[in-house]
């Protein structure tokens, strides 16, 4: 694949190498220190073979700038698996209104981290908001849309599931965590609202009867349900978020061997 001739310098921020999506961010050269600069994100997805018509849509629906003819790779365990990686990059705007972007926990933390490196590439409007994202890495940030929690918990019983069955089990709870899909969100901390984005039980029970499409179903409904009765106050979110985030989560979804619907 060839790479912008914009390029300077790759800071990689986020996944480890074998995750399901490793980020950087590419800065292109300018003469104006003070002035905006484009910026690109360079993207690595690494699936099963079988995947990889999925992989191509998740990238090509951020519309790259460029993105690598498939290499196939083959890892070596009791048997050996067919995997395929993929490379593309693409461009970002100036960072608004944080609600308005989609994608895993760590993409969003990237773009957090980019704010944080970056304040040129936010819009002046919207710079204290960032700052607040970036007060905190819990509160204030990104938050998985499937809890942490509930993740541990499918986890734990996959496992639990292979070993009865006398299975190999190679699924790493930390790469499926930190690629979980996420959400920036303004209600996310606010104690009365915990029923909607800190509720473990209700999403196991969601998850085993209609697997993870149907709790990120309910999560959005949720959150829209309260942006219809306050009035204007707070944002639905946006449709293309939601699009967006379903793609990804089906990617993240059937990388982890989850159930989808």
């Known amino acids: 694949m060839k790479l912008l001739p914009c390029v300077l310098t790759c800071i990689v921020f986020s996944a480890p190498v074998f995750a399901q999506s490793a980020f950087s961010v590419v800065r292109k050269a300018?003469?104006?220190?003070?002035?905006?600069?484009?910026?690109?994100?360079?993207?690595?997805?690494?699936?099963?073979?079988?995947?990889?018509?999925?992989?191509?849509?998740?990238?090509?629906?951020?519309?790259?700038?460029?993105?690598?003819?498939?290499?196939?790779?083959?890892?070596?365990?009791?048997?050996?698996?067919?995997?395929?990686?993929?490379?593309?990059?693409?461009?970002?705007?100036?960072l608004n209104q944080p609600e308005n972007i989609y994608g895993g926990y760590n993409y969003l933390r990237t773009m957090t981290k980019l704010s944080l490196k970056s304040p040129n590439n936010v819009e002046k409007a919207y710079q204290e908001t960032w700052q607040k994202i970036n007060l905190t890495r819990t509160y204030n940030g990104a938050h998985h849309i499937v809890n942490k929690t509930t993740l541990e918990e499918i986890f734990w019983r996959m496992k639990e599931q292979a070993r009865t069955r006398g299975e190999e089990f190679n699924v790493n709870l930390s790469e499926m965590q930190n690629n979980a899909p996420a959400i920036f969100h303004r209600l996310h901390g606010d104690p009365q609202f915990n029923y909607i984005f800190h509720n473990r039980e209700h999403q196991l029970q969601t998850y085993y009867r209609s697997g993870i499409k149907a709790v990120i179903e309910d999560f959005f409904e949720q959150i829209n349900s309260v942006a219809e009765e306050s009035g204007g106050l707070i944002l639905r979110v946006p449709?293309?978020?939601?699009?967006?985030?379903?793609?990804?989560?089906?990617?993240?979804c059937k990388t982890f061997n989850l159930r989808w619907e």
């Open 30 to 94: 300018t003469k104006l220190a003070t002035s905006f600069k484009p910026i690109v994100i360079s993207r690595t997805v690494s699936v099963s073979s079988a995947q990889l018509p999925l992989a191509t849509r998740v990238c090509i629906a951020r519309m790259p700038c460029t993105l690598s003819s498939p290499e196939k790779l083959s890892i070596q365990l009791n048997t050996i698996i067919s995997k395929a990686k993929i490379e593309a990059q693409f461009a970002i705007p100036r």
């Open 239 to 252: 449709q293309s978020v939601i699009e967006g985030t379903y793609l990804e989560a089906e990617l993240w």
